[in-house]
């Protein structure tokens, strides 16, 4: 079954402790990307990726870190959270090409207290 | 700056009313992507349109791309509460997504 898979699906920590959300895609797909997700603000990209060792910023990338060291993972790394980063984290896959067309993880829900 | 305006931001409306939500911006884009969020779950992919005029229909859903390519609509007729959910549009700026804040709807029996 082609999907995006995510881990943890829920995580609560505290401010500066350093973690990494999981993500995984097995469709092969050369893009990838991270999301985040407020009320009022809808959802935000944080970073993405256009293949293996190419990331690049999105609009909201102050706090975190991404690595692609292989095509199918995509992982998201808050050093030092804080609870401005309490948020529905998602990550997506896409092929490269014109439209971008995203595949959708299940969420991570993270809080920083 | 929103890049993306949804309107409207809140809908609810009983099941078999017809509806239209409406993604507009000032920037022409090759492309427009429309997706549907349930309650914890990802959003899912309805459909792209690409052309300017176009129009696609996805069973009761209909979608169209504004002449210039600015802005688009999304149409359901005779609504179900199935279709309970965060409607999102996006359109890609270079290798970048972005998304408008979404219409939420719900349908009520």
């Known amino acids: 079954e082609a999907q995006v898979t995510q881990n943890p699906r829920y995580l609560i920590t505290v401010t500066g402790k350093k973690l990494t959300v999981t993500c995984s895609q097995n469709?092969?797909?050369?893009?990838m990307s991270w999301y985040r997700q407020d009320p009022g603000l809808g959802l935000r990209q944080i970073y993405y990726?256009?293949?293996?060792?190419?990331?690049d910023k999105g609009d909201v990338p102050e706090g975190y870190k991404v690595s692609r060291k292989e095509k199918r993972n995509f992982p998201l790394i808050l050093e030092s959270p804080s609870p401005n980063q309490t948020s529905l984290y998602f990550c997506a896959s896409s092929w490269a090409g014109d439209s971008y067309e995203q595949y959708f993880g299940p969420g991570t829900r993270l809080t920083v207290t | 700056t929103q890049l993306l305006e949804q309107s409207p931001q809140f809908l609810s409306i009983q099941e078999g009313e017809n509806l239209t939500v409406y993604c507009n911006s000032s920037?022409?884009?090759?492309?427009l992507q429309w997706y549907r969020q349930e309650p914890g779950e990802g959003p899912v992919l309805l459909v792209t349109?690409?052309?300017?005029?176009e129009v696609k229909k996805l069973k009761r859903l209909t979608f169209q791309f504004g002449d210039a390519r600015k802005d688009s609509s999304l149409h359901i007729t005779a609504a179900q509460p199935g279709d309970t959910g965060l409607y999102l549009c996006a359109v890609n700026s270079g290798y970048a997504l972005n998304f408008g804040k979404g219409t939420s709807l719900l349908v009520t029996p």
């Open positions: 469709m092969n797909h050369e893009y």
């Open positions: 920037s022409v884009f090759s492309s």
């Open positions: 349109v690409v052309t300017g005029g």
């Open positions: 990726s256009m293949n293996v060792e190419v990331t």
